[in-house]
């Protein structure tokens, strides 16, 4: 039997997004169920983590939701999920997630989309794993972002490649191919 494909997605479960990135969170969807990939996510029903939800699930995903017991008990995990992985709290959903993908992505979000980021970044330095998070770069969401960690590797601060452990992509096409790579 082949190995399930897992991509995790990384975003804001804000209601209150532009809907350029709303476009952007449902093409990641279709694209996760277009290759036959499932979504692990973190389980919520708002933003853009229900957006990419719904859009995998209509192309035929299978759903992970990895919930915190805070979600759970305010009542806001998405009802889209056909694996609930209940976790304690955020660090354990980071760790999970990980655990649980083939690769990261990150579509746009707040500070806790940059805490996963970064988690996952900070593992692959150190030899935690060898697993990468593509910086969907929609809008140019990320272009501030990616100029600081230039500057960081540039000037030594970063150990090893940058590269191995991230990458941009600015459309879903790359974003496509750098999944099937990983893949």
């Known amino acids: 039997m082949a190995k399930e494909k ?45 957006a990419t939800a719904k859009s995998a699930k209509e192309a035929g995903a299978r759903i992970i939701g990895v919930v915190p017991e805070i979600l759970v008990e305010r009542g806001r995990v998405s009802t889209l999920l056909d694996e609930h992985v209940p976790c304690r709290n955020l660090s354990d959903r980071k760790d999970i997630m990980l655990a649980k993908s083939d690769i990261l992505v990150a579509l746009p979000g707040g500070i806790g989309t940059l805490d996963e980021i970064f988690h996952v970044m900070a593992a692959a330095t150190i030899g935690y794993h060898s697993k990468r998070v593509v910086l969907y770069n929609v809008n140019g969401f990320w272009d501030s972002m990616v100029a600081m960690l230039d500057n960081l590797n540039a000037t030594g601060f970063i150990r090893g490649d940058l590269e191995r452990f991230m990458a941009v992509a600015n459309s879903i096409e790359e974003l496509e191919k750098l999944i099937n790579e990983a893949i």
């Open 6 to 50: 897992n991509i995790a997605v990384f975003c804001a479960a804000s209601e209150t997004i532009a809907p350029c990135f709303v476009d952007a969170a449902y093409e990641v969807g279709a694209l996760i169920g277009r290759i036959g990939a499932s979504l692990v996510y973190g389980g919520a029903r708002f933003g853009l983590m229900e």
